[in-house]
């Protein structure tokens, strides 16, 4: 079989994995814990099983859309607009000023990211938020024991969960940070950068996917962080409590994870800290950046 074949089959071979998956339904779950005064709650992942590789599937396959990943139009929209968000208080013990909380911190992710969207000529959905007290089954799957955030690709629908931990000692900037990183999720997913992600995925060994998770997982951080930027001297964004928030990541971020799929602690740290310092969706390029970058 010549080059010219080879490369024709790979491709077909593409996109009919990725076909697939959409079929099936297959979907990616991202769970996350809400930081607190006392620390990082339990965070998990859940990721369906891709179809296993077929045999005599080649192991390299051309192109796979990675320029949607490394050189998506937001990355060049520059900083994230100030909207002057300010949620307002969060007192202890009082689930309707957290429900508040939670749906105007979305309202301000919603105006930030519209904005980006806009700049960058490309199509904004907002993501649906449903706040919750007890564990429930998502589109996604079960409901990860101790985890306090889900952004459900299938139903594009971010489920942030008012555990009664969070209810007695809320930490403002810490469920702030959760949030945000999830809406991250869901930029990756309507910018079309999962799409990359999803068929690279299918097609890689274990090594390489849990590479392309912490690309994933560390650029919602980083969005997560530009996004805080845009709070930065604010009561909620204290200097204080986000250099707090970035050493607690450093020393603790990668605990909990029996696989290295989010970053070590360090990585992940530096990833908010460059969100941070920059504010633009292009120093969150996780997928253009050396694999030593995003260990």
Known sequence: MNSVHKTKRAALVAAALVLALAAAGLVLVLVDGTLTPRGLRNEAQQLADPPSRAAGQQARVPD?????ATRNPLYRTGRLTDVNCRPGPLPA????????FLTRVTACLNRVW????????MPFTKPRLRIITRKVKTPCGVWNAGADGVYCSTDRTMYLMISKDQLRNPFPLGITRLIAHEYGHHVQQISGIWNYYWTARTLAGKTRRLLLSRKSELQAECFSAAFMRTMRGSELVSTADWAYTVEWFRKNGAKGWPQ????KGPTQAAWMSRGFKRGTPGACNTWAT?????R
Not at 93 to 100: E, P
Not at 114 to 121: M, N, P, T, V
Not at 290 to 294: I, M
Request: avoid cysteine.
């Open 260 to 263: 290295n799929d989010h970053g």
């Open 93 to 100: 013990r009082s689930i309707t000023a957290y429900r508040r």
């Open 64 to 68: 796979l859309g990675k320029a949607v």
């Open 290 to 294: 050396a694999s030593r970058n995003v």
């Open 114 to 121: 519209g904005l980006q969207f806009r700049k960058a000529d």
